[in-house]
């Protein structure tokens, strides 16, 4: 029997079966995923086989091979990774510049990831009732910069609704991921554009202005009738990125694989090299310091060390 993983709560896994049955499920033995190191081998979005048994649950017994998935280092174990959700056709990374505040590292990461696997990300920029004109003011220019990258940006409350309407109009037909950092407003969103749902909300630590966790797992929530599922997910604290070798993460910088081309050796880090052309770039302000040292700082992400650090 086939279905889909619309439910990891850690232990078990809710499959939606093509008859439309949603079964309690558990992994077989020792089942793993070939060639992925990973604290959870199946994730929302999966397409999986299940085995039914007598108590009225089953075990997943094999997983189809996936498309695309957002993957990110474990926090806890170093040498392992953590699938955030497989098949999905777009992201919207939600980011605040205040209450609490998203780093630019947190949101490069996030989309050198995507970038690999080609998942388009929609940066949400939320909470703009909160934002004093300062706040606006370094909310328009990170809008900007992103933008000029390419990258879509959308200035929301979710706990007005402003801005909302825009968001919802891309989701019919599609699987959406919904991810950022505690805090973030997702849950706020999510009720927003699924009134019905009533996800459990709460305020951000005054004391250190750091998200509190609501979501405690990730689950497909069904948008409409058209087969459109938005998928929520626990609050990030870090991404630490898995699997990424040096040399490849030109291609996942749109900005900076723009200007190596021109670079005069083809091996180029972007580092020491004479003749660097993103060096240049660098220099001349067309590229943002701030997307630099973040491909810097994923450079040398192979000292496992920085994975028990926050980004």
């Known amino acids: 029997m086939k279905g889909l993983v619309i439910k990891n709560t850690g232990s078990w896994y809710t499959v939606l079966t093509d008859e439309g049955q949603a079964i309690n499920s558990k992994i077989k033995g020792n089942f793993r995923l070939k060639g992925i190191r990973s604290t959870n081998p199946v994730a929302v979005g999966d397409r ?47 980011v605040t510049v205040n209450y609490p505040q998203t780093s630019t590292t947190f949101i490069d990461r996030f989309l050198a990831s995507a970038e690999a696997y080609r998942v388009p990300v929609i940066l949400v920029f939320n909470k703009r009732d909160r934002l004093n004109e300062e706040d606006l003011h370094l909310q328009d220019m990170m809008m900007s910069l992103y ?16 801005g909302v309407g825009d968001l919802v109009s891309l989701l019919p037909g599609k699987v959406t991921l919904l991810s950022g950092n505690s805090g973030v407003g997702k849950s706020t969103l999510i009720n927003r554009i699924l009134p019905g749902v009533n996800l459990r909300t709460a305020e951000i630590s005054d004391a250190h202005q750091l998200g509190i966790h609501t979501t405690t797992f990730s689950e497909m929530l069904p948008v409409g009738d058209d087969g459109g599922w938005l998928i929520d997910t626990p609050g990030i604290k870090g991404f630490g990125t898995f699997d990424m070798e040096p040399e490849e993460l030109t291609s996942y910088f749109r900005e900076i694989f723009h200007f190596s081309k021109d670079c005069r050796f083809g091996n180029c880090t972007h580092t020491h ?28 992400d192979k000292d496992e060390q920085k994975y028990r650090e926050a980004y």
């Open 48 to 94: 999986v086989n299940i085995l039914t048994n007598q108590e009225g649950t089953a075990f997943i017994t094999a997983i189809d091979e996936r498309r695309n998935y957002i993957i990110r280092k474990s926090s806890n174990l170093s040498k392992q990774s953590h699938i955030i959700a497989a098949n999905v056709d777009q992201a919207f990374l939600v």
């Open 147 to 162: 933008d000029n990258i390419g990258y879509v940006c959308k200035s929301i409350s979710a706990t007005t609704g402003e």
């Open 273 to 300: 090299e004479p003749d660097c052309a993103v060096l240049k770039a660098l220099d001349n302000h067309y590229i943002a310091m701030s997307r630099y040292q973040s491909y810097l700082s994923m450079m040398h």
